[in-house]
């Protein structure tokens, strides 16, 4: 029997083997609570961090075959891009690396390379020909701005170290209990109460896509008892955004939230892959039940599936944007049969080049997600948490 309580919460019953639709009270929640946050516009700088000068010390082990010409010629290089290198031979153990330290406000990076036998400079993970000074003279600026793990752009983890990845990983896994339901983004960002160590900043492109939307500019989806990191990933995902981690050149990391791209790669990930199978991840999806539906909304039954389940249903609004799909058009229609509802929303969804997954949030709580068929996920960081914490 699929029946809405007294206290608010929907129950459905099928009658004559057929779901019951929905008045029109869902559109009117959904226009609740839309006006804009009182206290304005989102921040667009983040707080703190270290400022301070950085000193770069270059050092070339010169190989003893032709290295004395060939050290005359990178020693001319340098100077030519007015940077300062020392050369000589190599000691003991010597090897090319990037080592930093700090002494109060001010970073000190060494670099430390070898010059080979056909004349090329190699550290310790890359390698430089005499033609390639240019790109030598960029690397090196990087080092300067970013200090010894040069900049974050196109690195795995967001150019974050294995620590510093398992710190936020781990700040961000708490949980957060309250519905943000119907607030304005900005003002449930603010009540997300993100640790300090990781201040947010909304790039200017995020505030104005958030200006263009004006008062639908709210939380979308009843994401309750999750963590932060999900909560945030699927509220902004609903308006088309999303957030990623940005070391900056000061050495802090700051979570920047901005438009989603087509590669949505460089954004955090709406969940994991499951750590237990998903049956026993969620179990009230793989109880046999009579199902039959007949041109029903297909909104009505993701949010039935979830009371009837227990297993939370999210759909990825800014997929079935950019596939130009409209859930409130979207119908379902499932024969009478004694079935799962996970086989169930299977043969509902495929038909309509949808698909449901199975995620888990940062603190291991499964949940299933609607989002088209061939849409890139998200996967900046690792593909599965098991390379994280």
């Not at 919460?9 to 083997?17: A, K």
């Amino acid at each position: 029997m699929l029946r809405r309580r007294n206290s608010g919460l929907r129950r459905w019953r099928l009658r004559s083997w057929r779901l019951r639709r929905w008045d029109h009270a869902v559109l009117l929640l959904c226009l609740a609570g839309m006006l804009p946050a009182a206290s304005g516009q989102p921040p667009s700088h983040p707080s703190g961090g270290r400022s301070g000068k950085t000193f770069l010390d270059v050092v070339l082990l010169a190989a003893p075959a032709g290295g004395a010409l060939y050290s005359q010629d990178w020693r001319c290089a340098f100077e030519q891009l007015d940077v300062p290198v020392s050369i000589r031979r190599p000691v003991l153990d010597d090897k090319p690396e990037v080592k930093e330290r700090t002494v109060g406000t001010l970073r000190y990076v060494t670099v430390v390379g070898r010059i080979d036998r056909q004349g090329r400079l190699v550290f310790a993970d890359r390698t430089f020909t005499r033609s390639e000074a240019a790109k030598l003279k960029e690397w090196l600026d990087e080092l300067t701005t970013y200090g010894a793990q040069g900049s974050p752009k196109g690195q795995p983890l967001w150019g974050l170290s294995k620590l510093q990845f398992e710190a936020l990983y781990l700040a961000l896994a708490e949980v957060h209990s309250a519905d943000l339901y119907g607030q304005p983004l900005s003002r449930a960002v603010e009540a997300l109460e993100i640790p300090p160590q990781y201040p947010l900043r909304w790039s200017s492109a995020a505030i104005e896509a958030v200006q263009k939307l004006g008062d639908q500019a709210t939380v979308r989806q009843h994401v309750v008892g999750f963590s932060k990191a999900t909560t945030l990933a699927i509220a902004l995902n609903d308006r088309g955004l999303g957030f990623r981690p940005n070391r900056t050149p000061s050495g802090g990391i700051e979570l920047v939230i901005e438009p989603q791209t087509e590669n949505r790669h460089e954004h955090w990930p709406v969940g994991w892959p499951l750590q237990q199978p998903t049956p026993q991840a969620l179990p009230g999806l793989f109880v046999l039940t009579n199902i039959q539906l007949q041109k029903e909304p297909l909104a009505d039954v993701l949010e039935a599936v979830t009371d009837l389940t227990e297993a939370p249903v999210f759909v990825d609004y800014a997929g079935f944007a950019q596939r130009r799909l409209d859930l409130a058009a979207l119908r379902a229609t499932h024969p009478l049969k004694k079935t799962t509802w996970s086989l169930a929303l299977r043969a509902i969804l495929v038909p309509q080049k949808l698909n449901r997954e199975y995620w888990q949030d940062e603190a291991g709580k499964a949940f299933v997600w609607i989002t088209p068929i061939g849409k890139e996920r998200t996967n900046g960081a690792a593909s599965n948490p098991a390379d994280a914490p």
